[in-house]
């Protein structure tokens, strides 16, 4: 099983790395999050021995259950689920140095009140619903902007760049235009230079897409089926967390 784990590891950097070179950008600005949804503790600890350092939950209590297995091994650990107000307490409480998926105001404001009532800040990526789907969360694209502006306003939140889920499809000329959104936001966001915000990560693209948001200019790719091995239910059924 390891043996597996860590060819597909190799495969998916090796994807990666030609991808970067083929759109002449460095290998190196882009990481690899390791999406562990579902992923028992020590088979993330095998990708973290090979030299990992980043994943990302899409649960709450998954961080919960997995926090003991890996805290003696140094990884950096996102949240990139749909975070829910009453959880808040609970994030805070395991070593999560990101949220991806902050994306309405009320989880913005109580996140940061929670932060400054225990004088902690967090770092964030506004989750942006760039493919127009009743079934994904994130903000609006037209009101991403004006979302950037309010969650700049609060102290303790650090905004880092932008997330995406993106259309579920095999067919690039379709997952194109939504990677190309969010870096346009991203420009945008730049563009109003506002102080305290960053607009350096985009995360964006999993197994099945990430050349096409490597070209589009990724910082973060999400990967868990490819490197892990197929789930229960397809992908669009882990992300759809209205279901």
């Known amino acids: ?61 998954e961080i919960k259950d997995k926090y003991a297995g890996l805290k003696d091994i140094p ?33 913005a404001l109580k996140l ?17 619903n760039t493919s127009g789907e009743a079934s994904k969360f994130g903000i609006a694209p037209d009101d991403a902007i004006p979302f950037i502006k309010e969650v700049a306003q609060l102290s303790a939140l650090r905004i880092k760049g932008l997330m995406t889920i993106g259309l579920f499809s095999a067919e690039t000329e379709k997952v194109c235009p939504c990677f190309r959104l969010l870096k346009q936001i991203q420009e945008e966001a730049r563009a109003l230079e506002l102080p305290g915000v960053e607009m350096n ?32 239910y397809p992908d669009s059924y882990y992300w759809n967390e209205r279901s």
């Open 75 to 107: 990884h950096e650990n996102h949240f990139i689920g749909h975070l829910q107000t009453n959880k808040i307490k609970d994030i805070l409480k395991y070593s999560i140095s990101c949220i991806q998926s902050l994306d309405r105001l009320d989880l």
């Open 112 to 128: 940061n009140e929670r932060l400054l009532r225990e004088n902690k800040t967090m770092e964030v990526l506004i989750q942006v």
């Open 1 to 61: 099983m390891e043996a597996i784990l860590l060819h597909n590891l190799e495969t998916i950097l090796n994807r990666i790395t030609k991808a970067a070179i083929k759109c002449n950008r460095n290998p190196d600005e882009i990481r690899l999050l390791l999406a562990t949804k579902t992923v028992p503790a020590d088979r993330i600890r095998m990708a973290l021995k090979a030299g990992q350092t980043l994943i990302g939950e899409n649960k709450v209590q």
């Open 201 to 232: 990560e985009l995360s964006m693209g999993m197994s099945g897409d990430l050349e096409t948001a490597i070209e589009e200019g990724a910082t973060i790719v999400r990967v868990g089926t490819a490197i892990f091995g197929q789930r229960i």
